[in-house]
Nanobody, 115 residues
C-alpha cells in the first residue's frame, strides 16, 4: 500500500522560512517523478514543484527563487524548503507522484503565513 506522509508545516510570519518533509512507503520511490502540491482555501489544488528521479527540478512561477525541492532516494524522502514566505503561500501542502495518482493523497501539512 502506497503511503505519503507530509510533515513540517506550521505558522510562520511573512518573510519567514519553513521546511516540509515527505516520507514515502510502499512504492519504488526512486523510479518516480515526485511533486509538491498545495491547496489554499476556496482554490483548486496546484502543483508547486517537481523533481525527477535524477534530481532535475521545476517550479511554479509563484515560488521560483523562493522554494527548493530535493529528494533522498536512499531514504525514500523528499523535502521542500520554503523561504521568503508570504500570505499567498498559506495552504495545505501535499506530496504525490507526478502526474498525480488520486489514490496516493495523504493528509497534507498545513502552512499558514500570517503576522
Amino acid at each position: 500500500q502506497v503511503q505519503f506522509v507530509e510533515s513540517g508545516g506550521g505558522l510562520v510570519q511573512p518573510g519567514g522560512s519553513l521546511g516540509l518533509s515527505c516520507a514515502a512507503s510502499g512504492i519504488f520511490f526512486r523510479l518516480y517523478v515526485m511533486g509538491w502540491y498545495r491547496q489554499a482555501p476556496g482554490k483548486q489544488r496546484e502543483l508547486v514543484a517537481v523533481i525527477s528521479s535524477g534530481g532535475i527540478t521545476n517550479y511554479a512561477d509563484s515560488v521560483k527563487g523562493r522554494f527548493t525541492i530535493s529528494r533522498d532516494n536512499a531514504k525514500n524522502t523528499m523535502t521542500l524548503q520554503m523561504n521568503s514566505l508570504n500570505p499567498e503561500d498559506t495552504a495545505l501542502y501535499y506530496c504525490n507522484v507526478f502526474p498525480t495518482n488520486s489514490n496516493y493523497w495523504g493528509q497534507g501539512t498545513q502552512v499558514t503565513v500570517s503576522s
